[in-house]
């Protein structure tokens, strides 16, 4: 599995987050600071716990599922500095939309080449609104 | 108009260069067709039942004539010569290839054009009055206010995959003629009464196969947080609209599930965290996009006026065009004309590249080089002098674009219905050419006065059939193509949905229906009362009595 981790191509990297959210708050056994989450999660919940976790891979069961870029964007808003890593139906065709709203790794759908991939970061390099990549709107610069 | 700066014109050409490697890598097999499906529609790109269709972005209907140039240049190098207007005030091309949709974006691209969000999932293009800024009757003009959402909407990243597609209409006027009721988000300017001007927001309105009247979300929104607001509806709905369903996955629908006191909590919610924050407008760039919209250099009014009354007089059709076609202007001595994509040999919208090319040079010519869109599928001339008109319709009536007809009957609304949309139950062009033919009489026509047709060929409402005065639903039974009719609707300040009639009926009584329709109007009136007062007043009864009653032409 290729990741691309804060604009780099990761070779050492932690393994998929394995633990769900609701798992993770519903039972005090389970420690980890990795967690696994999607849109159908608490997410109030989520932010609330944010802070006691250095890796939230959100999940896109399919790539049609936008709930992930608010749920990013939120998370850092709220000033999370952890990982936010984009698992599932991840490809290069989003990724420079997630990275915009606040994932900084990416673990790319098997048919993905992690290079070409790379590329597509940054491949409009001008924006009309700001988001979490602290990049103000037009009116701003 | 709004011109690109560098920043503009970068984001386009980038966006041209990406969705060519997206084509080029979809062609090699490496792009899953589902996925490209939705890359291709956020670039405007619908494969229908002939061809690919795609959907070029006209922002708030307005249109340099240099634009519509290469739009008519399009349509002869890519397409088969014409194009289509639709009812989001965009142009569609029926007929391109899939290969060369990247140099026809390329091609738009070279006069700041682009087919960016105008299909998918995604906020789509803002509409608005087609007769903004120059209109009598304007409160305040919507085009910077348009312009705005436009720049922040454009490949936003945290809204291009939402449950279903977005889509935002401004009204700025005593009359609303941008369908702001019937849209996701309907944005009213209006002065409160402390006399500051701000905006009404409406959300959840809406057609297709549940259709909604939008509600009040927020009576005053102080313009400066319009794009913080936005946001805010947004997110809410990003994250909470329903995304098992298809045709569930409106922003109305989520709206009457939670209630719109509810909703307008969760927004309000939501706004806290992005108020007066980086959304919120400084008063520079309100002034900045603002200067792009200024008046044109009007002439004073002794010179921009003629001897209208000689001329009507010698020209009795050109009296009939300027009484049905052109409106009041703000300004004196200046007319708004309508030109009308309603004649009897095209669909309604058709329009080809000569008369494209026309058009263009009587913009040129006559108002400025400017011209807009409609979502009643016409063409507008915002700028005339007076003493142009009669030159100005000379030339019309050459390009076949003069036919006196706005507001009328045959100044219908047509989705492409059977003839090109994969999705259609029902024809509906051929629709349009039995009206046509049967109602020929213009004087019948006026002495109907104002009557607003829309016809759909199916339930997804294209064609805007539940808010028309007479509404055309297209439906499919037993393998045959039979029509529903609707009456009473509206999308204008008394918006209203249109109820059924009664039974479908057979596609070769359409025209004897609605004769029959309009035989108990004429009936019925009282003195200077429109068909859609007549309707509201004496209801059903005497419509479906005089439709069903004595006849059994039912299609079952
Ligand atoms: C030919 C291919 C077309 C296809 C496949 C198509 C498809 C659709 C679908 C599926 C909907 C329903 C969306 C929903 O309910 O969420 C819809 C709505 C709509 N379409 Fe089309 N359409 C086509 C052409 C057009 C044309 C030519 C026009 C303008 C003349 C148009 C204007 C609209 C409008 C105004 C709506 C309004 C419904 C709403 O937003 O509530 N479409 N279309
Ligand atoms: S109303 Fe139906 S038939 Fe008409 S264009 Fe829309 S989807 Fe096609």
Redesign the pocket.
Known sequence: MALIKDQQLSLSHAATPHIRFADWLDDDLVISDAVLTNGADDLACLLANANKLSVIAIEFETFADGRGFSMARMLRRDGYQGEIRAVGDVAMDRIEFMHRVGFNAFELREDQDALQALAKLGEVSVHFQPSADGKGPAYMR | MYAYNQFDQTLVDQRVDQYRDQTRRYLAGEIPEAEFRVLRLMNGL?I?RLAP?LRVAIPYGLMKSDQLRTLAQISRTYDKGYG?F???QNM?FNWPTLESVPDILADLAKVQMHAIQTSGACIRNTTTDPFAGVSADEIEDTRPWCEMIRQWSTLHPEFAYLP??F?IAVSGSSSDRAASQ?HDIGLHLYHNEQGEMGFEVLVGG????TPVIGKTVRKFLEPQELLSYLDAVLRVYNLNGRRDNK?KA?IKILVNAVGIDAFAEMVEAEWQFTKGKDLRLPTAEIERVKGFFKPPNYLSVENAQSSLKAEMAAHPQFAKWYKQNTRDHKQPGYRIVVVALKNQLQAP?DVSHQQMDGIASLADQFSFAELRSTHD?NLVLADVAQRDLLSLWLKLTDLGMARANIGTLTDM?N??GLD????ANAETLILSRQINETFDDMDYQYELGEIQLKISGCI?????HHVGHIGILGVEKGGKQVYQFTLGGSASNDASLGKTLGRSIDQDQVVVVIGQILDVYVQQRKTDETFLQTVRRIGFAPFKERVYGTHQRSAA
Do not use: E
């Not at chain 2, 809406?206 to 196969?209: D, E, F, I, S, V």
């Not at chain 2, 997804?460 to 805007?464: K, P, V």
């Open positions: 619908y229908q269709m289509h639709t009812t989001r569609q279903r597609k889509k019937v809406g057609l297709g196969r045709y409106r919208g599928q609304i989705c492409p090109f949309c994969s999705l997804n409402a294209c064609g805007h």
